[in-house]
T-cell receptor, first 115, second 114 residues
């Protein structure tokens, strides 16, 4: 069955510290992987995506993620966190059809940033 | 380019009442999705339309939820009668076509059932 696991429900970091959010997926075919961010009262905004090729992908707002097929992981990283990064982060896998036609989401990781 | 529009943003109802949410996708997007996001959980797909046809409604509680996409443009999601556990944010999203295009999400409609 297709699924996404985000092991950390809540993470707190200090401003300026590095960040890594974990994501593991289960999908039998070539995975299309995504990270979305959701600020309070807002919809989901795409941070980055992996379809193929280079396993290290760059996204918006200084985020990057690394696809590791052997570990079925797609962890999100940022070298220096800003207070404005406090939000909820969702990892998703795209499934079905040519390319993908729907997303399956993990439960999310809520990030808090201390000044 | 206008994004995905949803209304209302907030709705409070009592259990057993009915409610409807409206979504207008990005112009030209053939695929439209309704996701349910319960507090503390990730979004869960309720129904997917391709133009005005249903592609996937396997997780839609059909005894109380219904959705339509007349003319293949905007869509309405209805809940009747509502239960306490229907309290959630209902997210609409649209995608331009097959392949690897991006899903764009609206800001959501937050439902509270008392």
């Amino acid at each position: 069955a297709q699924s996404v696991t985000q092991p950390d429900i809540h993470i707190t970091v200090s401003e300026g510290a590095s960040l890594e959010l974990r994501c593991n997926y289960s999908y039998g075919a070539t995975p299309y992987l995504f990270w979305y961010v959701q600020s309070p009262g807002q919809g989901l905004q795409l941070l980055l995506k992996y379809f193929s090729g280079d396993t290290l992908v760059q996204g918006i707002k200084g985020f990057e993620a690394e696809f590791k097929r052997s570990q079925s992981s797609f962890n999100l990283r940022k070298p220096s966190v800003h207070w404005s990064d406090a939000a909820e982060y969702f990892c998703a896998v795209g499934v079905g059809g040519s390319g993908y036609n729907k997303l399956i989401f993990g439960a999310g990781t809520r990030l808090a940033v201390h000044p | 380019e206008a994004g995905v529009a949803q209304s209302p943003r907030y709705k409070i109802i009592e259990k057993r009442q009915s409610v409807a949410f409206w979504c207008n996708p990005i112009s030209g997007h053939a695929t439209l999705y309704w996701y349910q996001q319960i507090l503390g959980q990730g979004p869960k797909l309720l129904i997917q339309f391709q133009n005005n046809g249903v592609v996937d409604d396997s997780q839609l509680p059909k005894d109380r939820f219904s959705a339509e996409r007349l003319k293949g443009v905007d869509s309405t999601l209805k809940i009747q009668p509502a239960k306490l556990e229907d309290s959630a944010v209902y997210l609409c999203a649209s995608k331009g076509g097959a392949g690897t295009g991006e899903l764009f999400f609206g800001e959501g409609s937050r439902l509270t059932v008392l």
